[in-house]
C-alpha cells in the first residue's frame, strides 16, 4: 500500500526558514517524480516543485531561488526547504509522486497535508 506522509509545517515569521518532509512507503519512490503542491485558503492547489527521478527540478516562478526540493531515494523521502519565507506562502503544502516507470505507472498519489503559516 502506498502513503505519503508530510510532516514540518509549522508558524514561522516572515523572512524565516521551514523544511517540510515527505516519507513514502510502498515500493515506487525511486521510480516516481515527486512534487510538492501548496493551496492557500479559498484558492485552487498550486504546483509549487517537483523533481525527476533523473534529479531534473522545476519551480514555480513565485518561489524560485527561495525554495529548494530535493530526494533521498535509500530513505524514500522528499523535502522541501523554504528560505525567505513570506505571508503569501501560507498554505497547506501537499506532496505528490507520479510514478513514472514499473506496474502503477501513470497513478499519481497524494499526502494529507502539512500547514504553513507564515505571519508577524
Known amino acids: 500500500q502506498v502513503q505519503l506522509v508530510e510532516s514540518g509545517g509549522d508558524f514561522v515569521r516572515p523572512g524565516g526558514s521551514l523544511k517540510v518532509s515527505c516519507k513514502v512507503s510502498?515500493?515506487?519512490?525511486?521510480?516516481?517524480?515527486v512534487s510538492w503542491y501548496r493551496q492557500a485558503s479559498g484558492e485552487e492547489r498550486d504546483l509549487v516543485a517537483s523533481?525527476?527521478?533523473?534529479?531534473?527540478?522545476w519551480y514555480a516562478g513565485s518561489v524560485e531561488g527561495r525554495f529548494t526540493i530535493s530526494r533521498d531515494n535509500d530513505q524514500s523521502t522528499t523535502y522541501l526547504q523554504m528560505n525567505n519565507l513570506e505571508p503569501a506562502d501560507t498554505a497547506v503544502y501537499f506532496c505528490?509522486?507520479?510514478?513514472?516507470?514499473?506496474?502503477?505507472?501513470?497513478?499519481?498519489?497524494w499526502g494529507q497535508g502539512t500547514q504553513v503559516t507564515v505571519s508577524s
Open positions: 505528490s509522486l507520479h510514478v513514472d516507470w514499473g506496474p502503477l505507472q501513470g497513478r499519481r498519489f
Open positions: 510502498g515500493d515506487i519512490f525511486g521510480l516516481s517524480t
Open positions: 523533481m525527476t527521478t533523473g534529479l531534473i527540478s
